[in-house]
């Protein structure tokens, strides 16, 4: 993996960002900050990196918005997201399960309930990759991180 194949910051769009429950904050950071540390993110267009990446909700769309180290654009392209509603529902059911079960539930509940969530981002995750191709390539721990970030960008206060 080269170092010009990688994001080095990310922006989610502030007017679509809403207030988030400090669970949901978490994440976000979370996944931002591992997106960031370790990934895979490389372009079919032929621009070279490493990359400021900036995302926006766009009606039905992810917008990703490629720039370079000093933010100024190289590439951008749209990810319709029709396709991702069922699996963005199913994440945020379980999820919610998952953060009641941890104020309140016995350590195997929670576990269970975590291995059901996992298994919900992990198909999202591979659905994404296949998504972007075409468009940009990127390991599965990028995607997985992407994904989070998606599902943050569709929560609505």
């Not at 080269?2 to 904050?25: A, G």
């Not at 960031?36 to 990446?53: D, M, Q, R």
């Not at 699996?87 to 539930?105: G, L, N, Q």
Request: proline share 4%; with cysteine; hydrophobic share 40%.
């Amino acid at each position: 993996m080269s170092d010009n194949q990688k994001i080095l910051n990310l922006f989610l769009d502030q007017r679509t960002v809403p207030s988030y429950s400090s669970e949901i904050e978490h994440e976000r950071l979370v996944a931002i900050a591992d997106l960031i540390h370790e990934n895979f993110f490389a372009p079919t267009a032929k621009i070279e990196g490493p990359y400021n990446l900036h995302l926006r909700l766009l009606d039905a769309r992810l917008l990703f918005d490629i720039r370079d180290g000093d933010d100024n654009p190289l590439h951008e392209f749209r990810l319709p997201l029709t396709s991702f509603r069922s699996i963005i529902r199913d994440y945020f059911i379980v999820c919610e399960s998952y953060f009641e079960a941890m104020r309140a539930s016995s350590p195997s509940r929670i576990e269970t309930i975590d291995m059901g969530r996992r298994g919900v981002h992990n198909e999202a995750s591979e659905m994404l990759q296949e998504r972007l191709k075409g468009d940009v390539d990127v390991d599965f721990a990028t995607a997985r991180r992407l994904f989070t970030l998606i599902c943050v960008l569709h929560i609505r206060a």
